[in-house]
């Protein structure tokens, strides 16, 4: 499965640390890797006036699945500006088939 960036992501941002390695097995709410991107904020200066600011707020990409990492489609320092596939996943259950908030296939519990 190819996992792609979301169109909810303050573009551009900045590759800064791939948090997992070919190979290792990433769970749904694992980190993949870290960026940093910068938006505009309004800030006051105490005397109460606002000044808008461009700052850079590092944060992280999570895994939206389970599975082993393949391979990666991005290397760290790199800048990307729209969504585009990020790494390849090898998923054990794709969950296609759900009954009552659980995979009829293996099992697991969907909701969580």
């Given at each position: ?11 551009p ?59 990666w ?28 908030g ?11």
């Amino acid at each position: 499965m190819q996992l792609k960036l979301s169109t909810s992501l303050y573009y551009p941002i900045t590759v800064t640390d791939l948090l997992k390695k070919t190979g290792d097995e990433v769970s749904q709410g694992d980190g993949l890797f870290s960026y940093t991107y910068r938006t505009t904020v309004t800030e006051g200066d105490g005397l109460g006036n606002k000044v808008d600011v461009v700052r850079t707020f590092p944060t992280r990409f999570e895994s939206t699945v389970d599975g082993t990492l393949v391979a990666w489609k991005i290397r760290k320092g790199q800048v990307i500006e729209a969504p585009i596939n990020i790494a390849e996943i090898d998923e054990p259950c794709a969950h296609e088939v759900q009954f009552g908030g659980m995979c009829a296939n293996c099992g697991k519990d969907m909701t969580q």
